[in-house]
């Protein structure tokens, strides 16, 4: 379970605090958060993962405060709780697309499963892809290998940035069918953060974020 409470963030000194609603999503469970660009959705994406730290607050993943952590333990334990599809896929682009997904093993220090990889790929239907470098692979192909990048070390959360902002219809229905089948198949929780209100109907655990009104002190 992740729990996000009383979640304040503030980027400099001299910049607006932040605040944000309280969460929770179960072990296993889907949520959806929503809002307009500019609601500090990604903003709240980092602070849930311990990419940034709250200035208040507490976020906990199955009872461990993610503020106890510091340094290598919390990239650890990020590592190791998280899968994070971003934005923008961030691959390597002189690896191979299967050399891009063994990099959370290798940061982790684990072996790296190479059947159950193409296993994966197989399941998203690319696994003919795996040899080859990112930047040949369409964007659906991009987005479906960082759903594996983010799937391969088994998390238990897993957070999806606008993972359909730039797709149809169709292209929606199916990418996010088979997010949600392969997180179950995983057993991860699924946190997907969008402004894309064709999902809302879809989820009934949803948290909508309105513009964000800055703290006073």
Do not use: W
């Not at 961030?90 to 191979?96: G, K, M, T």
């Not at 659906?140 to 594996?148: F, K, T």
């Not at 990048?149 to 990418?175: F, Y």
């Not at 949803?206 to 006073?216: D, G, Q, W």
């Amino acid at each position: 379970m992740i729990t996000c409470t009383d979640v304040q963030f503030q980027y400099h000194a001299d910049s607006p605090v932040l605040s944000f609603p309280d969460l929770e999503c179960e072990n296993k469970g889907q949520l959806l958060l929503l809002g307009d660009s500019g609601c500090g959705k990604t903003t709240m994406l980092h602070v849930m993962c311990g990419i940034l730290q709250p200035s208040q607050g507490h976020v906990a993943v199955n009872g461990q405060g993610l503020g106890n952590l510091s340094g290598r333990a919390l990239d650890r334990f990020r590592g190791e709780h998280f899968g994070i599809i971003f934005q923008q896929s961030h691959f390597i682009q002189s690896l191979s697309v299967l050399e891009n997904i063994a990099i959370p093993h290798f940061l982790l220090g684990k072996p790296f499963p190479d059947q159950e990889a193409h296993k994966l790929l197989s399941a998203l239907g690319i696994s003919h892809k795996a040899h080859d470098k990112p930047n040949i692979l369409s964007i659906g192909e991009q987005q479906r290998a960082s759903i594996a990048r983010a799937l391969i070390h088994r998390p238990s959360i897993v957070l999806a940035d606008e993972p359909t902002s730039a797709l149809d219809d169709t292209s929606t229905t199916a990418v996010i069918r088979l997010l949600e089948e392969q997180c179950t198949e995983a057993g991860a929780a699924l946190i997907v953060v969008t402004h894309d209100q064709r999902l809302k109907s879809r989820y009934k655990n949803r948290v909508e974020l309105m513009p964000l009104s800055p703290v006073t002190s």
